[in-house]
């Protein structure tokens, strides 16, 4: 049975019997070992940052490191992140802020700083693709890689080359990551959470079923709150309580993601790592300091927030197809609405058009702590805004639009606005998928 050491990268090709087995690197010293029958074989991993925002926050700022810290914003926010530290005290993303400072009165809360977040997980991004073309991001700080192939490229098996990647984020970026190694995408992405931080698991397919059988539920990727409460309440705690279920028994009571859990259940997943994962949707909302429930109020911040959907769909040359509007009650609801374009768009007018009847519909007294708009089913920016017969102003609109952003990108954003801009907020961005 292999093993390799995580620090001196000592690799021995077989080790005595289980009871014999080394507890530290003979080379080193070090306890830091990793032993898999599978480990020679195994290609593909599933990378996920440790506490992401926080821990680029604390390698900035050496004074945060021994210290709980909280990436969020504001009083009426919620965590973004949470380092281990405060995680110690319950603290959770997505959490309302007054209960983690409630739950870690001595946490240091830091607003997020979005853009040095995505310019550090662009670095370990480019780090994975000198490594192999087969990256597929699942956020800016996790990705799935496919090393099969790349060991002659390497001259090594490819966990030497992840135990590699993982030290060298380390020491050249400043912060830490985990990596789960394992046969197929699911069982990576929850070897990869075994051993938070720093960690290195293992899953091959001898001992997955083993493994799987006597975890929960919401271990499966893709069983959220709801699902988990469902399968709960039908007597379904284990992984291995839903194996004596058919596919079809699974499908007919809880749709689609049936199927996921059939396969999934039996460590079984057929999708290959992509290199491009195109995205989905783009979108921009802002949490407010006190609940609101007044429409011109609302329907100005929405206008801020259109602008910046528009802007960043012009930037990326995406137009959307669907037109989505979201809002979160105060007492947590989520209220979501939708609009299939006519035409597919990236103008801010018509992002703000088709959003606002549907706000107006819902200012029906009610208060909101959350506002948000997207853009969804985009397509190429050649698409966007043709001609239409039936409004013969949308050709003026964009026109004026177009003169309005060509101004900007010469002068700045703020150097020209519209007059329902005056005095109102202009948000953040918040989300970009």
């Not at 949470?82 to 209960?99: D, E, N, Q, T």
């Not at 975890?215 to 409460?229: A, F, Y």
């Not at 954003?413 to 801009?421: F, Y």
């Amino acid at each position: 049975m292999p093993v390799l050491c995580r620090d001196c990268y000592y690799w021995l090709d077989e080790t005595p019997a289980k009871e014999h087995r080394p507890k530290r690197c003979s080379r080193c010293n070090s306890p830091r070992l990793i032993i898999h029958s599978e480990l020679a074989e195994l290609t593909l991993a599933h990378l996920d940052c440790d506490a992401f925002f926080a821990s680029v926050e604390k390698r900035d700022n050496p004074e945060l490191r021994d210290k709980p810290l909280i990436i969020g914003g504001g009083k009426r926010g919620v965590v973004s992140t949470a380092c281990y530290l405060a995680r110690l005290y319950g603290v959770r993303s997505a959490m309302p802020m007054y209960k983690a400072l409630k739950a870690c009165p001595k946490a240091i809360v830091i607003r997020p700083d979005l853009s040095k977040y995505r310019e550090t997980g662009l670095k370990v991004r480019a780090m994975m693709q000198d490594l192999t073309p087969l990256v597929e991001p699942l956020s800016i700080d996790e990705a799935f890689l496919d090393l099969s192939g790349t060991e002659k490229l390497h001259g090594q098996y490819a966990a030497i080359t992840l135990v590699k990647l993982a030290k060298n984020i380390e020491t050249q970026i400043g912060i830490s990551a985990s990596i789960g190694l394992s046969y197929n995408k699911s069982m990576a992405k929850i070897a990869s959470d075994l051993d938070k931080p720093r960690g290195f698991s293992v899953l091959g397919r001898s001992n997955t079923r083993e493994f799987l059988h006597e975890q929960p539920v919401r271990m499966i990727w893709g069983v959220g709150k709801s699902l988990e409460q469902q399968l709960l309440r039908d007597g379904l705690r284990q992984i291995k309580d839903l194996l004596p279920l058919t596919e079809e028994e699974l499908v007919l009571k809880y749709g689609l993601i049936g199927k996921r859990l059939f396969h999934f259940a039996r460590g079984e997943d057929g999708r290959s790592v992509t290199a491009s994962s195109p995205t989905k949707s783009i979108s921009n909302e802002t949490t407010f300091n006190d609940d609101l429930g007044d429409f011109q109020t609302l329907a100005d911040i929405l206008w801020s927030l259109c602008e910046n959907v528009s802007a960043s769909m012009k930037k990326k040359n995406y137009a959307a197809s669907t037109i989505n509007l979201k809002l979160k009650t105060s007492d947590f609801r989520q209220i979501s609405r939708s609009r299939k374009c006519f035409s597919p768009t990236q103008l801010a007018e018509e992002l703000y058009q088709t959003t606002l009847p549907l706000l107006k519909e819902l200012c029906n007294g009610q208060k909101f702590r959350l506002l948000g708009v997207g853009g969804s089913d985009l397509v190429s920016a050649e698409f966007a805004d043709p001609p239409d017969l039936l409004d013969p102003e949308k050709e003026k609109r964009k026109k004026i639009e177009k003169a309005l952003d060509a101004v900007r990108n010469k002068l700045g954003q703020e150097s020209i606005i519209k007059g329902r801009s005056f005095k109102k907020p202009s948000p953040k961005p918040e989300s970009d998928r």
